[in-house]
């Protein structure tokens, strides 16, 4: 019991310098601190019903390090959240592509081809909605590289045609805008997986909080609740879970949101034998030594993902489908130990405050937004499923493509006009 009063001691101080870093609670380390929230109290639930009271204990020591981090950037760079965000919310959004008209021909473009790719992957693999089993779908259909086209691209033109429609009252940007919503959604609800909902809402959540001075609770309470609605609503889609009454589906989004999570973690520290099958040895690797084992730089041991997922099958039958997740704070405890824990999220808190300064300070640009927008989104989901590296490898990948594919439709669209240009140039020269 003293050691859960610990961990409850050792929060309350994580929140209050992740508020510290930056006063505004929709900001991503923010969030970041809500979502450590839930792994706490998924950690004491593991408590009450185990009687494991290391569990929130070092989710709370992962908290601290993390807003630690970010309360140190924030005062080494001498970040003013109030008066900043204020300077922020004035100055007019720009667009480092030279013509507008083109950049808009680009996105509808690469819009076009990502509705392509989610055409072609429903046509080959089908409707996983409408599928018995659509787990098996979506992962053996041996398509899933289109459809990651469309949960990168689509959301991130979402984003800049948000942006970009601030800097244009032209009513064909409005049309484009509604027509990428109505598109998302109907996509989203075929292929029914509560995760891409993720993908959508939180990078607007990320722009919100920077276009969104007011801390007005209320709006975020809705934001909050919207969330949830839509968790619940696609919870249904499963066929196992149509039969749950409304309660049991808010009991059970609430137990993703926090047993679940804390489920890897709760397991990696009172079911596996440390000096046997944790960082001391090889038996269980998880998201940086499965990189260095993948670089040969050490040997390959059984990962512990597929150890719990084995672990969850055999006593949890009726259960295999909850979230298989060690979370980013998990992943470091596998691996380092509490020492890994302490670093490694300190680590993640300089980089998310480092990124929201930058973003502050400046970039004012309705395209690198949302690049910087999405880059925070990837940290997020790192620290909801873990595996960085896998994260980086998916999206981050995923999003450098996006900036290839669009710089290179604009350059493709702007050389015809710039040769004309010059030519005209020299034929007056010579003239």
């Known amino acids: 019991m003293s050691l859960v009063i610990l961990s409850a001691i050792i929060f309350i101080p994580a929140v209050f310098l992740a508020w510290r870093a930056t006063k505004n609670i929709l900001s991503p380390v923010f969030i970041s601190m809500g979502i450590f929230f839930f792994f706490y109290v998924g950690g004491l639930i593991y408590f009450v019903t185990d009687n494991h009271p290391l ?53 509808i473009v690469i819009f076009v081809f990502s509705i392509a790719l989610t055409f072609y992957y429903f046509y080959y693999v089908g409707i996983p909605l409408f599928q018995s089993s659509k787990v098996t779908t979506i992962a053996h259909g041996g398509k899933g590289i289109f459809f990651r086209g469309f949960t990168t691209f689509l959301p991130l033109i979402l984003l800049v045609t948000y942006l970009f429609r601030k800097t244009t009252k032209k009513l064909s940007v409005k049309f484009f805008w509604w027509t990428i919503i109505i598109t998302s959604l109907a996509s989203i609800i075929l292929y029914g997986s509560r995760g891409i909902v993720l993908v ?14 007011k801390r007005d609770l209320s709006k975020i309470g809705i934001v909050f609740l919207f969330f949830v609605l839509v968790a619940v609503s696609f919870q249904y889609s499963y066929p196992e879970y149509q039969k749950l009454s409304i309660k049991d589906s808010f009991v059970n989004v609430f137990n993703r949101m926090t047993v679940s999570q804390a489920m890897g973690m709760d397991y990696a520290i009172y079911n596996l034998v440390p000096d046997e099958d944790l960082y001391m040895g090889k038996k269980s690797m998880s998201d940086f030594k499965g990189f260095l084992s993948t670089l040969r730089i050490i040997s390959q041991g059984e990962l512990f993902s597929e150890r719990l997922f084995e672990k ?12 298989i997740s060690t979370t980013s704070i998990g992943d470091l405890y596998i691996d380092f130990s509490l020492i890994g824990i302490a670093f490694g999220m300190f680590f993640y808190g300089v980089i998310a405050q480092g990124l929201y300064v930058k973003v502050v300070r400046g970039v004012k640009d309705c395209f690198l937004l949302v690049v910087y927008s999405y880059l925070q989104y990837i940290l997020i989901a790192t620290h909801i499923g873990g595996a960085i590296f896998s994260a980086l490898a998916n999206m981050g990948i995923s999003l450098i493509m996006f900036i290839i594919i669009i710089a290179s439709i604009n350059i493709f669209l702007l050389l015809p006009l710039s040769v004309g240009r010059m030519s005209l140039r020299l034929s007056k020269h010579f003239i």
């Open 55 to 107: 569990t929130p204990l070092y989710f709370s020591i992962g908290a601290l390090f993390y807003g630690l981090g970010a309360f140190i950037i924030a005062g080494f760079f001498r970040f003013k959240p109030d008066t900043e965000l204020k300077d922020f919310k004035q100055k007019p959004l720009l667009n480092i592509f030279p013509s507008k008209k083109i950049f808009f021909i680009s996105l």
């Open 200 to 213: 959508f809402l939180m990078p607007f959540i990320l722009l919100y909080s920077l276009f969104r001075v």
């Open 312 to 323: 969850i099958n055999f006593n949890y039958e009726g259960e295999a489908r909850l979230t």
